[in-house]
């Protein structure tokens, strides 16, 4: 396979939300991308079709970013079409719905386990294996999906605001160490979608969100659109900016 002329970017956890988002925009500008997830091939398969129908080339694989050899057959596969890797996005994760902080109980040792495994371990495994084709590109970068819960402790359990404040360092370390590749991280607070609402069940996920759009200084909650346009300014048009965690969340984490 010939170098693709377009831009390529590997997206985990790329079958809906943030991922799916992101993948649609960066169709739109003429970006082919690889979309990985674990359970939800055939929503993935969808998110590719529609890439494509906006004039690009996209594929969907099923891979587990807790996975080293997965996360070595998603580049592979990547390569082998298009021998290029501009960007990755690492937006693959995971959380376990414990909210009382408090009650330790919620929570054990293989909670916590697991969720790094996916929210660190996988984001640190995928750069690991894209390094050194990151670094033929004109522009290489890597965004990491962290969250508003690694900077200010809160969020859906322990485990989850441990993992993403762990993330938001190794963010920072990677960007000190890994230039010319410019590594940020990108921090929503409560992201409108139905993960969310499938998680907290309707009846909280409406509580909240109106009491977001209540209190917060900008009056919103943030959407999968909205994240994604954030990503794409920082891997196209934030050329100048690494080591960054950015917060989008309308302001909430100003009343907390």
């Known amino acids: 396979m010939s170098k693709s002329k377009n831009p390529v970017a590997i997206i985990t956890g790329g079958s809906r939300g943030v991922g799916k988002a992101t993948a649609l925009l960066l169709a739109s500008k003429g970006w082919n991308v690889t979309l990985t997830c674990t359970s939800s091939l055939k929503d993935a398969l969808k998110v590719a079709q529609q890439c494509i129908e906006l004039g ?11 996975d080293i050899d997965a996360c070595k057959e998603t580049v592979n596969e990547t390569l082998a079409r298009w ?8 937006n693959a994760g995971t959380t376990k719905f ?11 040792a293989e909670d916590f386990l697991h969720i790094y495994k996916i929210n660190v371990v996988g984001p640190f495994q995928m750069v690991k294996v894209c390094k050194q084709h990151l670094l033929k590109s004109h522009n290489p970068s890597v965004i990491n999906l962290s969250s508003i819960a690694g900077i200010k402790g809160i969020g859906s359990s322990l485990a989850y605001a441990s993992s993403k404040g762990a993330l938001n360092t190794m963010t920072k370390s990677m960007a000190r160490n890994l230039g010319p590749i410019r590594v940020n991280a990108v921090c929503p607070g409560f992201i409108q979608g139905d993960w969310l609402r499938k998680g907290l069940g309707s009846d ?3 509580m909240a969100l109106a009491n977001i759009e209540n209190t917060t200084p900008l ?9 994604a346009q954030a990503i794409y300014n920082l891997m196209e048009l934030s050329t100048v900016v690494t080591g960054e965690t950015v917060i989008l969340d309308g302001g909430y984490h100003l009343t907390v």
Request: glycine letters at 8%.
């Open 204 to 206: 909280t996920y409406d």
């Open 83 to 90: 021998a290029r890797i501009d960007c990755l996005i690492n």
């Open 219 to 227: 009056g919103l909650a943030v959407t999968a659109d909205q994240v």
């Open 56 to 66: 690009v080339e996209a594929q969907a694989i099923s891979a587990d970013v807790g």
């Open 98 to 108: 414990a909210f009382n902080h408090g009650d330790l109980d919620s929570l054990d």
